[in-house]
């Protein structure tokens, strides 16, 4: 007998994936899809944070995508894209969200950039820092909110929350092209609306 090579399955049960799982929803099994909000309401509410700088807003509204997808799945064609489907769902209820309450939000440049060092806290930094990172923040995200949708949202996902390009071109429904063009013309755009703030 030979010896297992790491990329066969171990002897633990794998996990079912999103398509399995969507067709046991679709079958009447609930329980499934309370499997597929736990894999993917992190993700969701992040975000939507993103999109709408507030926790409160953003639990709220990621709750409503849950409850969208779950009577919407049968209008899914793919199963298997669940995620990106959902993100997309969590994406347009964040910016309708946004449009109706006009939510003014902060995004820290550290995470525009993409830094993962993490943040000092609020007795390390001084008073004249907090409220220069205030306020570079509020300016970011005014820059942000003068992107295209399109191009704002590829970089949210992509450069913020980490996101595969595959996975925002789903959410996006576009090509991965159109998602690596999307980030490359909102990061151009933000530069050029920044150039005189940095």
Known sequence: MEPRTSDE???????????????????????????????????????????????????????????????SLGTLEKPEAFGGWLMRIVSNLSLNYRRSRKVRSQLPLDDLMGSSESEPSEGELDPARTMAGKE????????????????????VMFTIQEMSQKDVAEALGCSVEAVKWHVFQGRKKLKEILKDQM
Do not use: C, F, W
């Open 136 to 155: 570079l923040g509020a300016k970011i995200q005014q820059a942000l909110s003068e992107l295209p949708e399109k191009q704002r949202l590829a970089l």
């Open 9 to 71: 399955p171990s002897m633990s049960k794998p996990s079912p994936s999103d398509g399995a799982l969507v067709k046991r929803v679709l079958g009447g099994d609930r329980t499934a899809y309370d499997e597929l909000v736990q894999r993917h309401q992190r993700q969701a509410a992040a975000v939507s944070y993103r999109l709408l700088g507030n926790l409160h807003d953003a639990m709220e509204v990621t709750q409503d995508a849950m409850l969208k997808a779950y009577t």
